[in-house]
């Protein structure tokens, strides 16, 4: 499926179009000639990806480094391969490879579903020249790439290909121009337009897939406590529920910024439907925010909930002050819907993203450290171990963040599984989800399946930008995930920049058991 993008590019040098009427006794400009056959003939190649264009303006792609400056111009020859209203423009110096160089594109390329061939449109001032495009990665790694191809024609529109045959996924994020490579015509004006670049979108290719409904649970306008957003669905299946239903402990909030609380909802297990709908409990929200001085008196989200041999509800929680750092919090229920909270941090500048009871301890899962406790109102007698790091899965997706780890059984499986987010490039606005396995719950190995366990969604899809915690349970030989998801319906401009435009809710994905095991290499 093919993304679209608005592209502008960061003005640097304002140059003047060389267009002009000619003059008589002078050479006719090749710019002002008619149509010519090859132009008449032409026919557009397939993107497969996306187009980065100069008619309208976005974040993704400014060409502000260099030798070789850049700038933005009307198109000096509207016909055959490019028609566009507005294209880029270079200019030759002395120099036999210089270069206009890009700022790092937010998000790097990614090769997973698609080989690297990178195309673009260039109008050059000679037949014959080379032109070289660059793949650079950012200060993180130290590597670049090139590939060269040459011009076949002068002052006509012609589709350039660079193959780069083989290359690992999210290390590059430049793109380096330069024409006329190895030659020095100082002054010749170049055009270039239409940078295709290779697909990211895995949705088609992922393990796990979106159901038809959703999303499954959506903000509500006529619940105060959610009617903006959705998210976390943390849930409890009757196996380790106080009562052997089914229970949900999500977060709810208005705008973004506003105020956060998290909700419960129940399914009975005798009528379960993995799909929904949940019963909404008019109490809600049953974890508040606290006074406004207090650590979590401005959002109280990313509930995890645990419930002991004691029978009591415990529900781990990130806490927040306005323009505070974050805590962890801790309430618990005797029933699941009245909560007493913790007057103080349970840990101090830390967020929760699991917790479960195993063999006598509970534990707390911290992202990359895990807390294990006997007493699950404090931490005194606590270890900690230090159990994953960013880093090492396929594709390198995950080398900037590790997080939102949950951990999930399957029945007949000796193994512990821990579905989580990652990201190549962004702190807290993911894009990929996979999975590690475990025998004992502290030492952890990646899947290293070249196939993406799963991905936000298409662009134009309600999930289009960004996806957090993943909850698997098991329904009947079937595995059901439920996910929070950021985007909404429509075009986004820049579906890589964080809550620009959108909100969460709550979407589910499936996929059978025995794919899930034969994607881990157990079957």
């Known amino acids: 499926m093919v993304r679209s993008f608005k592209i502008a590019l960061a003005l640097v040098l304002a140059l003047c179009s060389c267009s002009r009427d000619p003059v008589p006794g002078e050479p006719e400009d090749p710019l002002l000639r008619p149509e010519t056959p090859e132009e008449a003939a032409y026919q557009e190649l397939p993107s497969d990806g996306t187009v980065l264009r100069w008619d309208y303006q976005s974040r993704n792609l400014y060409f502000n480094g260099g030798t070789v400056r850049s700038s933005l111009e009307a198109n000096p020859r509207r016909l055959g391969a490019n028609t566009t209203r507005r294209c880029l423009m270079m200019t030759e110096t002395a120099e036999k490879y210089g270069r206009a160089v890009s700022d790092n594109v937010v998000k790097p390329f990614d090769f997973t579903a698609n080989p690297p061939v990178f195309r673009l449109k260039v109008l050059s001032p000679r037949a014959g020249t080379k032109v070289m495009l660059t793949l650079e990665s950012d200060h993180i790694y130290t590597s670049s790439v090139y590939v060269e191809a040459v011009t076949r024609n002068a002052g006509i529109w012609e589709d350039m290909t660079f193959d780069f045959g083989s290359l690992p996924s999210n290390r590059y994020c430049r793109i380096c121009l330069t024409p006329g490579a190895g030659e020095v015509h100082e002054g010749d004006v170049w055009y270039f337009d239409e940078i295709r670049i290779p697909d990211d979108d895995l949705v088609p290719v992922s393990l796990f897939k979106r159901v038809e409904n959703n999303p499954v649970m959506a903000p509500d306008p006529s619940r105060p406590w959610m009617n903006s957003h959705i998210a976390n669905a943390a849930i409890l299946s009757p196996e380790n529920s106080r009562d052997g239903n089914w229970w949900m402990y999500p977060r709810g909030s208005g705008p973004v910024g506003d105020r956060e609380h998290i909700g419960v909802f129940t399914q009975d297990a005798d009528s379960f439907n993995p799909l929904g709908p949940w019963k909404h409990y008019d109490g809600n929200p049953v974890i508040e925010i606290g006074a406004s001085d207090s650590f979590d008196g401005w959002r109280v989200l990313d509930g995890a909930p645990v419930v002991g041999p004691d029978g009591i509800t415990y529900v781990y929680y990130k806490g927040r002050r306005s323009g505070g750092a974050s805590s962890i919090g801790l309430a618990w229920s005797g029933d699941g819907f009245h909560f007493t909270k913790l007057d103080k941090p349970w840990m101090a500048n830390a967020g929760p993203t699991d917790a479960l009871y195993h063999d006598g301890k509970y534990y707390v899962f911290r992202g990359g450290e895990v807390d294990i406790l006997t007493d699950p109102l404090t931490r005194e007698g606590c270890t900690t171990v230090k159990i994953m790091s960013p880093g090492g899965a396929p594709s390198n997706f995950d080398d900037k963040v590790f997080w939102g780890n949950m951990v999930f059984r399957l029945k007949g499986v000796d193994k512990w599984f821990m579905a989580y987010q990652g990201s190549a490039y962004q702190w807290d606005f993911p894009d990929r989800f996979h999975v590690a396995v475990s025998d004992d719950l502290l030492t952890w190995t990646k899947v290293q399946n070249e196939q993406p366990f799963f991905s936000r969604g298409s ?37 890589d920049a964080p809550y620009v435009d959108g909100h969460s809710s709550v979407g589910v994905a499936t996929c059978p058991k025995k794919d899930f095991l034969r994607w881990c290499g157990l079957e």
């Open 459 to 495: 662009a134009g899809q309600w999930d289009q930008c960004g996806i957090w915690f993943p909850e698997v349970i098991e329904y009947k030989d079937v595995l059901y995930m439920y996910y929070e998801g950021w985007g909404r319906e429509g075009y986004i401009a820049d579906r």
